[in-house]
Nanobody, 119 residues
Framework: QVQLVESGGGLVQAGGALSLSCAAS????????MGWYRQAPGKQRELVAS???????TYGDSVKGRVTISRDNAKNTVYLQMNSLKPEDIAVYYC?????????????WGQGTQVTVSS
């Protein structure tokens, strides 16, 4: 099992910046990928960014160029730096950790943190 604890989030003005962090505990050696997803009211959960064990990153199209994901393996923590925030970035942001065992992917989720952008 993997436990994820998120911090950061809150209210920021449009054009501002915000940082999120997510600390993992438990069976962390089994984690292949860590990332952030978000879910806005009435919308499906979507990928914001993910980072693989080796450091390769993936970003959602709607945030490319505005966010940076990083990972501190020594602290078992993943960070999300978001810049130039827009009202359309308003959502609950969820930390995700994934591992693959015998071809089956297991996903773990944090409790979510609200990001609100005022226009």
């Amino acid at each position: 099992q993997v436990q994820l604890v998120e911090s950061g989030g809150g209210l920021v003005q449009a054009g501002g910046a915000l940082s999120l962090s997510c600390a993992a505990s438990g069976s962390i050696w089994e984690i292949d990928t860590m990332g952030w997803y978000r879910q806005a009211p009435g919308k499906q959960r979507e990928l914001v960014a993910s980072i693989f064990r080796g450091g390769r990153t993936t970003y959602g199209d709607s945030v490319k160029g505005r966010v940076t994901i990083s990972r501190d393996n020594a602290k078992n923590t993943v960070y999300l730096q978001m810049n130039s925030l827009k009202p359309e970035d308003i959502a609950v942001y969820y930390c995700n950790a994934a591992r693959v065992v015998s071809g089956t992917e297991y996903n773990y989720w944090g409790q979510g943190t609200q990001v609100t952008v005022s226009s």
